[in-house]
Nanobody, 126 residues
Framework: QLKLVESGGGSAQSGGSLRLSCKTS????????LAWFRQELGKEREGVAF???????QYADSIQGRFIISKDDSENTVYLQMNDLQPEDTAMYYC????????????????????WGQGTQVTVSS
């Protein structure tokens, strides 16, 4: 079972920043493609950002230019740097990983990921 452990969530003011981390099993960032999803209460889980095992990043239109996804293969960790946070960014943020999605241009669907972390809460106040 692939390990995915998120951390770094918390509270922020509008316009502030947070950095989320997703610690994975050894070599996972080299063998899997990973993504960050988020889910507000009562809403569907939505993709935020994706990083291919080759390092290529993709983003949801809703966060373009504000969030940056990156990975550190030596630390087996994926990061989500979130800048200019807004109240609508308030959600539980999840890290997800899968191998097959590496061959799929359309990453932005929860069903395409078979490994999930427990999530970390982000709350942004105005």
């Amino acid at each position: 079972q692939l390990k995915l452990v998120e951390s770094g969530g918390g509270s922020a003011q509008s316009g502030g920043s947070l950095r989320l981390s997703c610690k994975t099993s050894a070599y996972a960032t080299l063998n899997f493609c990973l993504a960050w999803f988020r889910q507000e209460l009562g809403k569907e889980r939505e993709g935020v950002a994706f990083v291919h095992r080759n390092g290529r990043a993709q983003y949801a239109d809703s966060i373009q230019g504000r969030f940056i996804i990156s990975k550190d293969d030596s630390e087996n960790t994926v990061y989500l740097q979130m800048n200019d946070l807004q109240p609508e960014d308030t959600a539980m943020y999840y890290c997800a990983a899968d191998r097959r999605v590496c061959y799929d241009d359309a990453w932005n669907a929860p069903l395409k990921f078979s490994n999930w972390g427990q999530g970390t809460q982000v709350t942004v106040s105005s």
